[in-house]
Structures are given as C-alpha cells and as structure tokens.
C-alpha cells in the first residue's frame, strides 16, 4: 500500500489536520496543535494571544538592543584606529572579541535557561549588558576596550539562544517559522540599525556617547523584561509507563486515534508532542482554550526552586542539576553537528547567510571611506538603511511563505506534515544571495556608483540574511523539536567561529587580490550549501530523521 496510507511517524513527521482525505476545502480549525498543551492555564501553551504578544515584544526590544551594542562599530573603525593608534584588522578584533564571545557563552547559558528558567537567565544578562556598555563608554586603552567587548558579548550571547527557546516554549509547530522571522529580523535589524546609529552619534557628538545612548536603551529593556516577561519554562516530561504495560499504552495511544489515523506506524522514540494522550483524541485549533495566563510565580526574580506540577501520573526526571544539564548541554550541540546532519547543514547555511552580510560590514568603511567616495562615519552607516529595507521585506515573506508551503504540501500529503516541506522556500533568498553579492562584488571593484551598490546590493543581501537562517533553523527546530537552545548554539558556534576567522584576513585580501574573490567566495559558500540541502533534504530528509528516530536526543 501507499505511503499516503500508511504514514511512518517519526520525529520531525506529524498529523497536522484531522482530516486526512486530502481535501482542499478544510478550515483552519483543522489544524493538530503540536505538541499538545496541557489541561493548566498556567502553561503557556495555553496563555492568551495578548500575552504571547507581550513576551515576543519583550525579547525582540531584548534581542535587538542587546546585539545592536556590540555589532555596531563598523562606522568608527577609522576613528578608533586614529584613538588607539591601531590597524584595520587591529581594530576589527574589536568586533570579533564580541562576536566569538556571543557564541561560546551560549555553552553556560542555554543550561543554566535550562536549569534555572529563561526569566532569571535573560535579567542576569540585561545587567551585563548595562555594565558592559557604562565600561565601553568610559575606555581609555584599547586592552581595557577589549576586555569590555568580551563582557559585552557574554551578556549579549543570550540574544542568541534564549527567543528561540522562548518561541518553542509559547508557540505550536505551524506558528513558528513566523515567529522565527521574526527573531532573525529583530536580530539583524540590530546589527543593521546600529552601525546607523553609532555613526551618525560619533559624527555630531563622539563615539563615547553611542554607548550611553545604549546603556539607556538597555536599561529600558531590563525594565520591559522585570515586569511583563514572565518564565516560560514549562516542563512536560513523558508519562510514567512499566515496561509490562509499555506495548498496551502504544495500543491504546493508536486505537484512540484509528478512526483518523488508520494504518499510522509510529516510531518508538515518538513524543507526547506526536500523538495524543490516553483516550483522548488530538487537540485542534478549533477546540484549544486560550485565556491562560501567567500565574504569580511564573514572575519571580528567582529561579523556580519547584517545576509547576503538571498533576498525577508525570514523572519529574527532567528536573536535573546544574552540572548534569551543563554537561549534557556542552555535549549536546557537539554532538547533533557531528551526528544529525539536518542540524549541521541548518547551522552552515545560517553562518554562511549571515557572514554574507559581516563581509559587507567588514569593508563598507574600506571602501566608502576611501576615493571615489570619501564618506563620513555618519554616511557609511547611513547604508545599512538598504539592509533594513531588506530584512523587512524578508519578515514579511519568509515565516509566513515557509508555513504556507509547508501547511499546503501537508493538506496535499494526506494531513502529514514533513519537516522537509518548507524547504523549497528557500529559493527566492537563495536568488537574492547571488544576485546581491555579485552586484556588490563587481560594483566594490569597479567604483559603480553608490546608489547601485546600495540600493540593490545591500538590500538584496539584507533580504537574504533574515530569509535563509529563518527557513533553515525552523527547519531543524521541527525536526528536533526538544533541542530549539542546543541547535542555536551549534549555529551560531558555526556562524561566529567563520566569522571571527573572517576579521582576520579579509580585509588584507580584499586589498590584495580586489573584491570579486573574497566576496563571491561568501556567496558560493551560501549558495552552495543552501541548494546542496534544499536538494538531498527534499528527497532524503525522513531518511536522515529516521536514521536518529532512536536518539536519546529527542527525550532531553
């Protein structure tokens, strides 16, 4: 018989609608809400959408002013190497302190969010921040400004990791690819505001007073975060089952849902998340209470010593200490890079999109500070505007068109959803890539105007930085979708590695051999990867998925 009929449900597979008959008419209500919430208001799978709203809000103004301090001193490489008597590559290690910081901090965050909540993990590293920024404003060598740059980007590493883990906490399966548009845009709108900002502040006052202006900024978020964002953490470990009676559950579980689900042959590392509880059958849009809220103790300043009790018959063994959950923490991102290929071609495909858009940073004061174009620090960060234009028009289109594409192949598949079906997605930022790099690549070495260069160069790029790391990191979420924090490690451990690398000879490259090469050499990169995954993926990605159906990681 067909695949259609008899659907193996795996990992990163899922019942998506109730009715399987393929039918072109059902209404949304039709949509399985995974994973299935529970019974509490206090889970905030079931909260309103008012306060989801209002924690979304919170960790973009988070995300944004958090990255927007330590990513934004590309208009002042010029001015800091006439302060502190340093080179180009001198100066951009600057840059990279922060940058190579804000990945490996995430090894002792995502464990203590882990552990400890996403509340507490997010204030301790607000307060970072506003440290870190009062010392940046104050500096007077350039060790003790690099030290400060390293303690900014620990305090900023939790920008990193801690939305996406938020999002996974709040939101259903079909809800996040636009969520996570969101979270690249607030990302990246604050690495392409803040070389606007810093400018055009250094130009008409001093660069001293970026950094108060964002220690203004950041206290404002502390106090955004301290009274409307409360913990969303919410454990739900798998249900308390003997080993005698471990096959007549599964039975169960099956026969619950036969009548929809006739012929599901489902894997034995399967989540509560993947089929319904004990006799109860598949909770839908249609029928999902959302009026919950977050209960008082969900806004302590402390770390919730007691995991709000999900009622009888749970067991609590996700409940570890510290140490243990640092370790697996440590180990887990290591491991799905080297074991879980989706995961590792997710975290290259984001590093790469994303070093697009460093290798423009890198030189834009290079170039347009030089002849023909002799701008000041305020106009070389004038021309990240082109990169917001595009990342607008990537949150517009990249999370929704992802879930769109995928939600329509699922109703064409018979209700199942396949992670790999938003991946053809891929292709209008995969085409932005190229066609943005090669005007910028041509248009640096032959001095094209700077309106062309800008205009459609930069705004392609900035289109390509926000759509590429959406689609492929909500991939990789769908398909591990107990790992959101450890995924986002493993990319941006990729990311930020390349890029810390890149500070130290692209620059010189660029000087010697011109801008063609180091330029489309990040393109290829981008590009080859991103089609490389959207062609295996797309015919063998349930081959790799059940290759790890098994793993201990889908229980963490």
Known sequence: MSEREFPDIIPG??????????????????????????????????????????????????????????????????????????????????????????????????????????????????????????????????????????????????????????V????????????????????????????????????????????????????????????????????????????????????????????????????SSISEAQIPQLNQPPLTTAHHNTDGRPSRAQFSLLPMRKRLQLGGGYSHSHSRNFLAVLIRDVVSPLKILVCCPIVLWASLSMGFAANSLLALNLTSAQ????????????????VNFAFVVGAIVALITAGPLSDRIALGRARANGGILEAEMRLPALIPYVCANIAGMVVVAVGYQRSWPWEAIVVVGYTLVGLQVVGIPAIAIAYAVDSYKT???????????????????????????????????????????????SLLGLCVFTVCGKQFRRWTKDSKLHSL
């Open 13 to 166: 597979t899922d019942i998506i609608f109730t009715d399987r008959d393929g039918s072109d008419n059902g209404a949304p209500s039709e949509v399985v809400l995974i994973p299935q919430p529970t019974s509490s208001p206090d889970d905030p799978l079931n909260w309103s959408v008012t306060w989801k709203s209002i924690i979304i809000f919170n960790q973009f103004v988070f995300v944004f002013v958090s990255i927007l301090t330590p990513m934004a001193i590309a208009p002042l490489s010029l001015i800091f190497e006439a302060e502190f008597n340093k080179t180009l590559p001198q100066v951009n290690m600057l840059f990279g302190a922060a940058a190579i910081t804000l990945g490996y901090a995430n090894f002792l965050i995502v464990p203590a969010a882990n552990v400890w909540g996403r509340r507490p993990v997010v204030l301790v590293c607000g307060i970072i921040c506003i440290l870190a920024n009062i010392w940046q404003a104050l500096v007077t060598s350039y060790p003790s400004f690099l030290g400060a740059r390293v303690i900014s980007g620990i305090g900023a590493a939790a920008n990193e990791s801690i939305m996406p883990m938020v």
């Open 367 to 382: 170039v347009f500070g030089a002849p023909p174009y002799l701008f000041t620090a305020a106009q070389i960060g004038f």
């Open 483 to 529: 790992l959101p924090g450890e995924i986002m490690i493993a990319a941006t451990i990729v990311k930020n590695t390349f890029g810390f690398g890149m500070i130290f000879y692209f620059n010189d490259w660029a000087e010697r051999s011109g801008y063609i090469k180091p330029v489309l050499m990040v393109m290829a990169l981008t590009t080859g990867f």
């Open 168 to 267: 996974a906490d709040m939101l259903f399966q079909h809800q996040r690819g636009s969520s996570m548009a969101l979270y690249f845009w607030a990302y990246f709108l604050g690495l392409f505001i803040g070389p606007i900002i810093s400018g055009a502040i250094a130009s008409q006052i001093s660069w001293r007073w970026f950094f108060w202006v964002c220690t203004i900024l950041q206290g404002a978020s502390f106090i955004f975060l301290l009274v409307a964002h409360p913990e969303t953490k919410y454990d739900r470990p798998a249900l308390k089952i003997s080993a005698s009676s471990s096959s007549t559950v599964m039975n169960a579980n099956i026969s619950a849902t036969s009548e929809k689900n006739e012929g599901v042959t489902v894997s």
